[in-house]
Every structure is written in C-alpha cells, then in structure tokens.
C-alpha cells in the first residue's frame, strides 16, 4: 500500500528547484508541464508493474503440475493481460 502523502512529495522534490529560479529570474518551466512529466512517469510505472506481474504468473503456469492453480494463474494472466491492454491505450 502506498504511503498517505506519496504526490505531495513528488510534486514537491520535482518543483523544489523551480520556485527559487521563479524568484530570481524568470522561469519557463511552469506547473502544468511538471504534472504531465509526473503523471507520464506514474503511467510507465504502472504498465512495468503490470508486465512484471505478467510475467510472473507465466513463470508460475508453466511449473504448475495441479490443474486448478494452473485455471487460477491462467485467469490472473488474462486480468494482467487486459490491465495492460487497457494502460497501453491509454483507458483505465
């Protein structure tokens, strides 16, 4: 489970730089474009996670002898399969 507070210190340590130069002089870098190269990183994050586990569960099919954990890790596949699908089109 993800710590309460985990964007906040994101969006924190990515603008940390940016209000000091703000200040001195004029700055091109503005927060929209820092959300976007955020959530950009989250989403990528996310599809890895998602292939990760993908691949786990095709690792454990495949040494799996008893034929109902092999019908279980078949679905999680196909959940994991259509989770990606779904990240890779951009749709959740």
């Not at 999680?76 to 990606?84: D, E, G, Q, R």
Request: charged letters at 30%; glycine letters at 6%; proline letters at 2%.
């Amino acid at each position: 489970m993800t710590r309460p507070g985990w964007a906040e210190k994101k969006v924190e340590t990515a603008t940390t730089g940016y209000h000091w130069n703000a200040r001195i002089r004029k700055s091109t870098v503005i927060l929209p474009d820092i959300a976007a190269k955020l959530l950009l990183a989250e989403h990528r994050r996310a599809v890895r996670v998602v292939r990760r586990e993908l691949e786990k569960f095709q690792r454990r099919r495949e040494c799996e002898t008893n034929a109902s954990q092999r019908d279980m890790l078949g679905g999680a596949m196909l959940a994991c399969s259509n989770i990606l699908a779904a990240l890779q089109k951009g749709r959740t």
